[in-house]
């Protein structure tokens, strides 16, 4: 089995919360690792943070391909392969839908959606012709359970799940794998992105309740990357235990 020292890993929406946890994770675990986002001070700062480890790092923003594309050229150009790409990035700005605030739903749909759908387009050809690979999103318990004041987050995180899911299908010939994880609650910036101070200071608070932990999100995807190849986790919810 190859091991997580040996595996070419590109995570998109790695600079902050869940991501960058994943990125410090698999960084002590020696991975060879491609990370993104749009705040590139934030990835010098994970790259400053471990001198030894293999990190290339990227300013990208998922709704635009050629982004996307020069990422996923970093690490061909580097490596010459691609083992792992880890779908991340999101926002999360829930207001009821009377509300109308369709400039928010549209850049929620563009990055929540599109963002996967464009790492996917520029990474599974790759994998396909090597035959092995591995994409993994993530998605959230939203995407199983709809809330009032959350509809079009749930409705992109349901489409993720969809969407993942037809990866699924349609390259399991080729043993590209393919993974969604579902968290609840988890302190992270998520809450900044929501733009109604009340929600966002609610949810703020919901995420300091619930005790469910960046690190703890990033040793999901540890393991899930580190399973043998005839092993496929296609769908992990991990809740904080005492989340309803
Ligand atoms: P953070 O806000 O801390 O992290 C979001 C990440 O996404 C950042 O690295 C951000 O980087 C990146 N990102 C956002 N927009 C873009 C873009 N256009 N292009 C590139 N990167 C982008 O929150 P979380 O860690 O919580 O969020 C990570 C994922 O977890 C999201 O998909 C979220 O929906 C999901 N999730 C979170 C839960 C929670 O309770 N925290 C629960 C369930 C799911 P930058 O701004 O630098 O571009």
Known sequence: MMSIKDKVIVIMGASS????????????????????ARRLDRLEAIKE???????????????????VQKVVGLA??????????YNNAGIMPTAPIVEGHRDE?????DINIMGVLNGIAAVVPIM?????????????VAGHVVYPGSAVYCGTK???????????????????????????AVATELYTTISDKEVAEA???????SGLTSEDIASAVVFVIDTPARMSVNDMIVRPTGQP
Not at 76 to 85: A, E, F, N, P, Q
Not at 163 to 182: A, D, F, V, Y
């Open 17 to 36: 919360g869940i991501g960058e946890a994943t990125s410090k994770l698999l960084a002590e675990k020696d991975a060879k690792l491609i990370i993104a």
């Open 158 to 184: 349901f489409a993720v799940r969809a969407i993942m899911e037809g990866l699924r299908q349609e390259q399991r010939e080729n043993n590209i794998k393919s993974t969604i994880i579902s968290p609840g």
């Open 105 to 109: 739903w549209k850049k929620m749909l």
């Open 203 to 209: 949810l703020h608070q919901d995420q300091l309740e």
């Open 49 to 67: 943070a471990f001198p030894e480890a293999e990190i290339h790092i990227q300013e990208a923003d998922v709704t635009n391909y050629e982004d």
């Open 76 to 85: 061909m150009d580097t490596y010459g392969r691609i083992d792992v790409l």
């Open 128 to 140: 396909a012709e090597q035959k092995s690979g591995h994409v993994i999103a993530t998605d959230s």
